[in-house]
């Protein structure tokens, strides 16, 4: 069990929020034993994600700890990887409508939480400026606080909304009863073994696409795909351990490397929007104080900094996953 795992257990445990089982969860956590079908794996992955997005759910409707919005965001991901590698087993339009349900909870999420790393990181940084430029720095973060807030709002407006409670009772129902099945199913001899050798394959075809240079919009599809094998991979560790578990660190290797530059490349563009605005020109720039563009200068150099030394840094960690042999 992962760290993360484990900090979602114990908030499991210790939630105010909903009780599991009011959506009808077991009032047990489900587990996969070893040898157990694929689809008793994605039954025991969902009952872990929907318990953690329960523990979650209080802290990010207070938003007194970032934290908990970002774990109840990681949840909804897994889930939807998790259904995707195993859609071959699940019954199509079922699986098809959850990660839909699924998506639309994380589009709420997403840019609550983007805006969070954000603004977590231009703090960091107007620390380490001259006092003197820490007052143009706070106008920034300020602008961005309100986005925010805004993007805050939204969610909060989607979380009380009874499609979220019908989702909630979706997943409920999916772990008490079992997910359902396709009516032909592949085999199950070593399936969820060859699930992560695909997700290394697809990793290894976007890496052969990302060209020379590669751009930023490709190393983040190429994020995406890391990820992706980094939760299939987590689904057949209890399984096979071994390999699969070097597997699994090393795409969240990748992951976190392509994270790191994806970050910078956000930075870059809100902090050109807050002094430029958008690029059609139909809304204008929300800082126009000359001090303040200039200190947002000074922070886009520092991002675009981080953002070469991450471009010089995903490709050992590539090399690492590739020269694993599955």
Known sequence: MSSDDARDDARNRTSAGTDPVDIGLPAEPVRAARGASVVEHIRAALDTRTRALLA??????????????????????????VLKAGRSWLERDWCRSLRAELGWLGRGLGPVRDLDVQLAGLREERDELDEAERRPATRLIDELTERRESARADLLEMMRAERYERLLRSLGEAVHEGPPTASTPPAESDALYELVRGGVRTVERAVGRLGDPPTDERLHALRIEAKRLRYCAELAVPVFDGVVKDVLAAAEKLQDVLGVHQDAVVTEEWLWWLTHGDENGSEPAPVRDPEVVFVAGRLAERARARRVRQREAWWPAWRKLLRLEL
């Open 56 to 81: 979650h759910d209080p802290g990010t409707r207070s938003g007194s700890d970032p934290e908990d919005l970002h774990r109840m965001r990681v949840s909804v991901r897994r889930m939807r990887a």
